[in-house]
T-cell receptor, first 109, second 115 residues
C-alpha cells in the first residue's frame, strides 16, 4: 500500500472550513484515497473516499489533484465535535488499511 | 453505513488469563476481517488478516499462538488474547470487509487492561 504524508496537527475555528491535506505521491492506479477519523477511545469512522474525481457527501468533500499525488479533505463548517485524528489512507478496494500518524484537528470556539 | 458490533468495549483481566473479543458484522457478510491494535498516542497497527474459513495471516512480529483468530462465519470473527500479560494492554479494533466492498468499517474497539 502507498504511503501517505499528513501534517501532525491543525487548528480550525468553529464554523469555518477545515482543509486537511494529504500527500500520496506513490499511489498506484488501482488505489483509492480514503479518509477516516478517530475520536478518542473509539474505532475509526469512515468519512469519504475517491479514485480520481472529486467527491462530496453529507460529511465532507474530497478534492484529488489531477495527477492523484495529493488530496484535500474539506469539512465545510467545522464544529467542536469534529475534533479528532484524521487519517488519509490509500488502498486497493477492500484491501487492508495501513494507518499513518494522521492529522490531529482541533476545532476551537 | 454498515453496522459493526465489537464486544466487550472494556475488559480488565489478570495476568496469565485469556480474553476473547468478538466482532460481528450485522448487515453485511464479511469475507475478510482485519484486526488492529493501538497503543496510547499511537496509530493503528494491523495485527492480522483472516478470510472466512481460512487460517489468519499475521503481520511480522505478531505471535499467532498468542493472538488466536477465528473467522468461522461471514458475520462473526473472534480474537483471543491467550496468557495475557501487561504489555498486551492495548486498544483492539476489528474491521470487517466485504470481498467487493468499497469501504472499510471498524468496530468500536476493545480496551484491554491486563493487571
Amino acid at each position: 500500500d502507498a504511503k501517505t504524508t499528513q501534517p501532525p496537527s491543525m487548528d480550525c475555528a468553529e464554523g469555518r472550513a477545515a482543509n486537511l491535506p494529504c500527500n500520496h505521491s506513490t499511489i498506484s492506479g488501482n488505489e483509492y484515497v480514503y479518509w477516516y477519523r478517530q475520536i478518542h477511545s473509539q474505532g475509526p469512522q469512515y468519512i469519504i473516499h475517491g479514485l480520481k474525481n472529486n467527491e462530496t457527501n453529507e460529511m465532507a468533500s474530497l478534492i484529488i489533484t489531477e495527477d492523484r499525488k495529493s488530496s484535500t479533505l474539506i469539512l465545510p463548517h467545522a464544529t467542536l465535535r469534529d475534533t479528532a485524528v484524521y487519517y488519509c489512507i490509500v488502498k486497493a478496494n477492500a484491501g487492508k488499511s495501513t494507518f499513518g500518524d494522521g492529522t490531529t484537528l482541533t476545532v476551537k470556539p | 453505513g454498515a453496522v459493526v458490533s465489537q464486544h466487550p468495549s472494556r475488559v480488565i483481566c489478570k495476568s496469565g488469563t485469556s480474553v476473547k473479543i468478538e466482532c460481528r458484522s450485522l448487515d453485511f457478510q464479511a469475507t475478510t476481517m482485519f484486526w488492529y491494535r493501538q497503543f496510547p498516542k499511537k496509530s493503528l497497527m494491523l495485527m492480522a488478516t483472516s478470510n472466512e474459513g481460512s487460517k489468519a495471516t499475521y503481520e511480522q512480529g505478531v505471535e499467532k499462538d498468542k493472538f488466536l483468530i477465528n473467522h468461522a462465519s461471514l458475520t462473526l470473527s473472534t480474537l483471543t488474547v491467550t496468557s495475557a500479560h501487561p504489555e498486551d494492554s492495548s486498544f483492539y479494533i476489528c474491521s470487517p470487509s466485504e470481498h467487493v466492498g468499497t469501504e472499510a468499517f471498524f468496530g468500536q474497539g476493545t480496551r484491554l487492561t491486563v493487571v
